[in-house]
């Protein structure tokens, strides 16, 4: 059963930092790319950034270019999202999503809170 699971989610103050982890589990790591989206209360779910496993490279939403990073663990099967200068803009639920050729796979989501 392939599985994603989020965690290091929670509260911090503005200027502050997380690092969200997406552990996954019965895929073939190299075979997907993966990626982070958020949604807000109210709001749309956004795509944060995603990381393609066949060359590794990133790319992420204008609202965190520069302050978040993706990276992976391939030892591990985990994807990261580091989160740094963090904004009250930026609490929401943060998703990790993995996505193949006819296939996408979604966790259950880690709260995200950012206080001002």
């Known amino acids: 059963e392939r599985q994603l699971v989020e965690s290091g989610g929670g509260l911090a103050q503005a200027g502050g930092s997380l690092r969200l982890s997406c552990a996954a589990s019965?895929?073939?790591?190299?075979?997907?790319?993966f990626g982070w989206f958020r949604q807000a209360p109210g709001k749309e779910r956004e795509a944060v950034g995603c990381?393609?496993?066949?060359?590794?490279?990133?790319s992420y939403g204008d609202s965190v270019k520069g302050r978040f990073t993706i990276s992976s663990d391939d030892a591990k099967n985990t994807v990261y999202l580091q989160m740094n200068s963090l904004k009250p803009e930026d609490t929401a639920v943060y998703y990790c999503?993995?996505?193949?050729?006819?296939?996408?796979?979604w966790g259950q989501g880690t709260q995200v809170t950012v206080s001002s």
């Open positions: 019965g895929f073939d790591f190299d075979d997907y790319a």
């Open positions: 999503n993995a996505e193949t050729v006819g296939n996408d796979y």
């Open positions: 990381l393609s496993r066949s060359d590794g490279s990133t």
